[in-house]
């Protein structure tokens, strides 16, 4: 998107379109909160900073073994604009190239004990484990639906993407009972003095709290509506970053994305109480992830994550502790 259609955004939003946008104003202010580096650089410099500079030519400058979990969303393989750049579309083997030249070079930023998350759709799945198994232990690949996803006459419509879970060794954070799910129970079970068997009954239904699986389909893409919404084209949920912290990560640890868009994973390990660090090309965006950062400091709402538990889509959260009703 042009500069001129964000512009252009800010003058025709309705009362209702909470998008998040920027003025000249507020581009100036938060501008100044960004940071380039010219030479290698310590932790201290770079954390819980955005860094407005291409990835490829700050990598050589960023510290060794700092990082604790890792999300990479890069560009997929096709040709689209993302403001002032864009991407070419390349062959399979061309594009796993590209993946390889950084990835290649991200391995010394790791923790021996770190997790990697790789974010693709189905074609750049092609591409993408023949470059992680060289350097990670490739675990698993999460398939969530992403429902914004356009029809087509003649082929399947294509609304789900991937993320890819690696870890660098066989010593890893996984924490299981941060990312259960609660979903609604259609034909709850009782046992024999007919007490809830494995579920609770809570005011705007019943529920069970399950082991998170590969198969994603609570998230919500943001829009126009929604508070964490911005212009970015391909901007991850908060909901979605948010499983793969807490799954992955512990309070205290610091969270990288070398492809930061419009800031959502430093955004959300800022409200999970981690550390973070960004790196994102492009100026407006860049300057959208220090506004979201600096809301954050108010409001930590994760849309679908309430009182330490995921929530299906279209549900009400309440409280397991505090709503129970009695039998």
């Known amino acids: 998107m042009a500069m001129k259609k964000l512009n252009k955004l800010n003058k025709l939003k309705s009362p209702r379109n909470k998008t998040i946008t920027l003025s000249k104003s507020e581009i100036a202010k938060y501008s100044k909160r960004l940071i380039k580096l010219d030479n290698k650089t310590s932790l201290t410099e770079i954390i819980n900073k955005t860094i407005n500079q291409n990835l490829f030519d700050v990598l050589d400058f960023l510290p060794e073994k700092f990082v604790d979990l890792i999300v990479i969303d890069p560009p997929y393989n096709l040709t689209k604009t993302f403001n002032s750049n864009s991407f070419k579309e390349r062959s399979v083997l061309e594009y796993a190239e590209w993946i390889e030249s950084f990835i290649s070079k991200l391995k010394r930023i790791l923790k021996p004990t770190a997790s990697i998350y790789f974010c693709g759709d189905w074609h750049t799945s092609i591409s993408i484990p023949l470059v992680l198994e060289k350097y990670f232990i490739v675990r698993n690949r999460i398939t969530w639906e992403r429902e914004k996803g356009r029809g087509a006459k003649k082929n399947w419509k294509n609304n789900s993407e991937d ?165």
């Open 163 to 327: 993320i890819w879970f690696c870890t660098n060794s066989n010593k890893f954070t996984f924490n299981t009972d941060t990312v259960k799910l609660n979903r609604k129970v259609l034909a709850p079970y009782r046992d024999s003095n007919g007490k809830p068997k494995d579920w609770s009954s809570l005011k705007n239904g019943d529920y069970r709290l399950t082991f998170p699986s590969n198969i994603w389909n609570d998230i919500s893409v943001p829009f126009w509506s929604m508070a964490e919404n911005t212009p970015h084209p391909t901007q991850k949920p908060e909901k979605l970053i948010a499983k793969l912290i807490l799954a992955g990560s512990n309070k205290g640890d610091l969270v990288f994305d070398p492809f930061l868009g419009s800031g959502t994973s430093s955004v959300v390990a800022k409200k999970l109480e981690r550390k973070f660090v960004g790196i994102e090309l492009d100026k407006y965006y860049a300057c959208i992830a220090e506004k979201r950062l600096v809301e954050a400091e108010k409001n930590k709402t994760i849309q679908g994550y309430e009182f330490g538990v995921f929530w299906e889509r279209n549900t009400a959260p309440v409280s397991i502790k505090t709503q129970r009703k009695k039998h």
